[in-house]
């Protein structure tokens, strides 16, 4: 497979990277990025690009892959909804709609968050947004699309939050992930696990679109056997 990586130096992106340079029927990654990552590997390319709302000008660069994993995400403390529509909503489909015309046959596979609202209705902003993007998404005509709702974080092999408030939380947290994760192996996500779920989704498919925190694991496992 030829995978495409959107969001790479993020704590997700990282994780999924990792899988990816390790599977063996990964013959190609390619990461797009505004500016280099300093990361090395045989199967790794990186595609510089400086604006994620429109890709006529490296379109060429997009052609001719199986899967796509995008990471992309932010926060919404701080914005407003049309703020945080744009960032997330608007920046994805951007990606999305330019990849899906130029790979039919693409599967896209997209991290969300856990409680995001697809009935667009509720009351917590970022969950509306964030539902009516993977609502939108599971519309367009990939091969396949899925969404991974990952809740509770533990980063393994050296990833690490781009947010400054994401990391001090995990560096707060990191002396009870190893336990929450023993007590609740269902609810807690390693970066690991969520990269394997990503593959495994790509690779053999799924039987739900929607995958909450129990159902990556499950993926997970099932990329492992």
């Known amino acids: 497979m030829k995978v495409l990586i959107f969001g790479a130096t ?7 990277l990792r899988e990816s340079l390790l599977a063996p029927d990964i013959s190609a990654v390619v990461t797009v990025v505004r500016t280099p990552s300093g990361a090395h590997h045989a199967k790794l390319s990186e595609l510089r690009h400086e604006d994620f709302f429109d890709y ?12 796509c994993f995008f990471c992309i995400g932010t926060t919404a403390a701080g914005k407003t909804e049309a703020e945080y529509t744009r960032m997330t ?7 999305a709609t ?3 015309r130029l790979n039919p046959r693409m599967t896209f596979v997209y991290v969300s968050g856990a409680g995001a609202d697809s009935s667009e209705k509720g009351s917590v902003m970022w969950a509306r947004v ?16 899925y969404v991974l709702r990952p809740g509770i974080m533990q980063p393994l092999h050296g990833a690490r939050s781009k947010t400054d408030s994401y990391r001090v939380l995990y560096a707060l947290m990191t002396p009870v992930l190893p336990l929450l994760r023993a007590m609740f192996p269902k609810s807690v ?5 969520l990269g394997q779920a990503m593959l495994e989704v ?13 159902e990556i694991a499950t993926a997970a496992a099932s990329h492992r056997k």
Not at 135 to 142: C, D, E, K, T
């Open 10 to 16: 993020g704590m997700v992106g990282q994780g999924v």
């Open 56 to 67: 006529t000008a490296v379109e060429a660069n997009l052609t001719g892959f199986d899967a």
């Open 89 to 95: 909503y608007d920046l994805t489909l951007a990606a």
């Open 98 to 100: 330019t990849l899906v």
């Open 130 to 145: 964030r539902g009516r993007l993977e609502n939108a998404l599971l519309r367009l005509p990939f091969k396949a699309v």
């Open 189 to 193: 996500v390693t970066t690991e696990s």
């Open 202 to 214: 790509a690779r053999n498919g799924w039987s739900k679109n929607v995958l909450p925190a129990a």
